[in-house]
């Protein structure tokens, strides 16, 4: 009888020790599906379309008239520009005729620089009566165009900017290689007319200048 008692004992043992193991191996399995995983990658694509702006520069009435009494006459307008295009912008002006200051049969010569093509201060020779320009702004490079941040005052152009005679092609007054700022970017342009020991014959003489803003 005892020995039937200590053998039923070991098999009890032994149930609850399988038992046992058949528990542990099943919440195993169980842990080992809950820690399966599988990943995937979406790609985002956002595009940033490149575009330019340039505000309309004021009209110009340059100041003091000339004639007898005043020799020498100056104007200024301004151009804002904005772009967010990545390799920036210009800023280039033509004249839509040559010369660019007329009235009638009459007419200003284009200012002629010292190096033609090169701008320099403004000094226009006896006998002649001219009509140029420049530009100053943050883009506008101060080795073309001169260090000066006025167009002058009183009909006397500044003579800190360097001056250049238009033609009919585009030459660049302004230069980014960047984005600009959301507020743009300002870029000024002087007008100036001399006539130096000669009379313009009387009349409103009047240029139509055009300004392109270009991405680079």
Do not use: H
């Not at 010569?109 to 090169?118: F, K, M, Q, R, V």
């Not at 009509?131 to 009909?155: H, I, M, Q, R, V």
């Amino acid at each position: 009888m005892e020995t039937k008692i200590k053998i039923n004992k070991k098999v009890v043992v032994g149930i609850f020790v399988l038992a046992f193991f058949l528990v542990v191996q099943f919440y195993s399995l169980i842990e080992t599906a809950i820690a399966a995983s599988a990943t995937d990658n979406v790609i985002v694509t956002l595009d940033v379309t490149s575009g330019i702006t340039i505000s309309d520069g004021a009209a110009v009435t340059m100041a003091p008239n000339l004639g007898i009494a005043a020799d020498q006459s100056i104007g200024t307008s301004s151009w804002l520009v904005k772009t967010n295009a990545v390799n920036g912008y210009t800023l280039a002006v033509k004249a839509s005729a040559s010369p660019a200051l007329v009235s009638g049969a009459n007419s200003f010569a284009d200012y002629t620089e010292g190096t033609p093509g090169t701008p320099d201060v403004w000094n226009v020779p006896s006998g002649s009566k001219e009509f140029g320009y420049s530009a100053y702004g943050t883009d506008t490079p101060t080795a073309t165009w001169g260090t000066g941040a006025s167009c002058g005052a009183a009909g006397v152009p500044t003579a800190t900017l360097k001056y250049d005679g238009f033609t009919t092609s585009d030459n660049t007054i302004a230069t980014r290689a960047t984005v600009t700022p959301t507020t743009g970017i300002t870029t000024t342009i002087c007008f100036a007319a001399e006539q130096d020991t000669v009379y313009a014959p009387s009349g409103t003489y009047t240029a139509t200048i055009t300004a392109t803003a270009t991405t680079l």
